[in-house]
């Protein structure tokens, strides 16, 4: 036996990849994922033990079902191991995945990346082992991908969640986003609120100033919301002027808030978020406060200011599926529209208008 194999037999073969737990809520394709450069194991307790006695390029962590003890469980994998380590996320678990990743332990993040599930395949090995992996003898070559190829896979998968306009999330990642909460929610007893909304006569902005002055209005009107949301809240342009965002209960800091009993004190029957109202709220200030002369493209000349009409719907009150929460809001937001504009209303109270609330 060569000394090569000998070291691969007693620590492992460090090109490969260890893969911790339920792949399947991770992976489109399982059997591609758990090709022979990849080992398998159930639980992050199996997985310290496994990175303690073998070498490996990158641990990829599904999240799901293992994220309570996550944080603990990945100090003790950095003290046992210097492979890359990978999260794996579902989208609602995306901030707990940033919050990992911002956060240090003896020097280095406690870990080094995230993918959002499902996860194709495709480049998987390549993108999880992308590092420096200078100084590592262990490491083969093959565990480096080109750079400029891994910068065109990010873009390409940028493009296919992402409004090429505004950079909000797209009409797809929304619904899947939504779809993946709302399950979540049904699980955890969790709120969700949905905000739809317009921008009020942005017609008559594009006939008057032309459609790259349109297109400015959306682009500032998209950073005002981000800017007015938690960083958790999804915001996306779901098309034309119509732009969507999702209120939930950010799992992280759910966790370190109350504690449980009050937690399963607050019904499912619960009126809309507090914070929901608050931030469309301080929405339609901001953008009340934003003069069309200030936005680019309309110059000096732009007089008068943006409204938006919205409609507001929560589950589980107003409906337990994305499409039924959509078909709720939406009706909400017509009805706005036929009250005058500029205003938001909440599912089944025409007469409540959120601006007026306070």
């Given amino acids: 036996m060569s000394a090569v194999n000998k070291h691969i037999s007693r620590y492992g073969d460090a090109r490969k990849i260890l893969l911790v737990g339920d792949i399947g809520r991770a992976f489109l394709d399982v059997n591609a994922a758990t090709e022979a450069r990849s080992e398998i194991c159930a639980d992050m307790p199996e997985a310290i033990d496994i990175a303690a006695r073998k070498n490996f390029a990158a641990i990829a962590i599904v999240m799901s079902g293992i994220s309570a003890k996550l944080s603990s469980n990945l100090k003790a994998l950095r003290d046992n191991c210097d492979a ?3 999260l794996l996320a579902q989208m609602y678990e995306e901030p707990i995945a940033i919050h990992l990743v911002s956060s240090t332990y003896n020097g280095s993040g406690l870990a080094d990346d995230y993918l959002i599930c499902p996860v194709r ?21 093959s565990a480096v991908i080109d750079t400029t190829t891994e910068t065109r896979i990010r873009y390409l998968e940028r493009l296919a969640t992402e409004d090429d306009l505004t950079g909000l999330k797209n009409r797809r990642y929304i619904w899947e986003f939504s779809r993946q909460i709302i399950e979540y929610a049904k699980k955890e007893n969790g709120r969700v609120t949905l905000l739809v909304f317009d921008i009020d006569d942005l017609k008559k902005y594009n006939d008057i100033y032309g459609h790259s002055a349109g297109d400015e209005i959306l682009k500032q009107a998209a950073v005002l919301m981000r800017r007015c949301c938690r960083g958790h809240d999804v915001v996306g342009r779901v098309g034309g002027d119509e732009f969507a965002v999702i209120f939930w209960d950010d799992p992280h800091q759910k966790r370190a808030a109350a504690p449980a009993k009050s937690q399963e004190r607050r019904s499912a029957n619960a009126d809309h978020p507090a914070e929901a109202i ?5 929405f339609v200030k901001e953008l009340s406060k934003a003069e069309l002369s200030t936005f680019g493209g309309l ?9 938006i009409s919205g409609g507001l719907a929560s589950f589980p009150r107003d409906g337990r599926t994305i499409e039924q ?6 009706k909400a937001l017509l ?13 089944g109270k025409p007469q409540s208008d959120i601006t007026e609330i306070d």
Avoid: H
């Fill in 325 to 330: 929460l959509f078909q709720q809001a939406d």
């Fill in 335 to 347: 009805e706005a529209k036929r009250s005058g504009k500029n205003r938001i209303y909440l599912v």
């Fill in 278 to 282: 608050t931030i469309a709220k301080r």
């Fill in 84 to 86: 890359k380590i990978v």
């Fill in 121 to 141: 395949p495709d480049n998987f090995y390549e993108s999880v082992t992308t590092a420096d992996q200078r100084g590592k003898a262990e490491t083969a070559p």
């Fill in 299 to 307: 110059g000096p000349g732009g007089k008068g200011v943006l409204t």
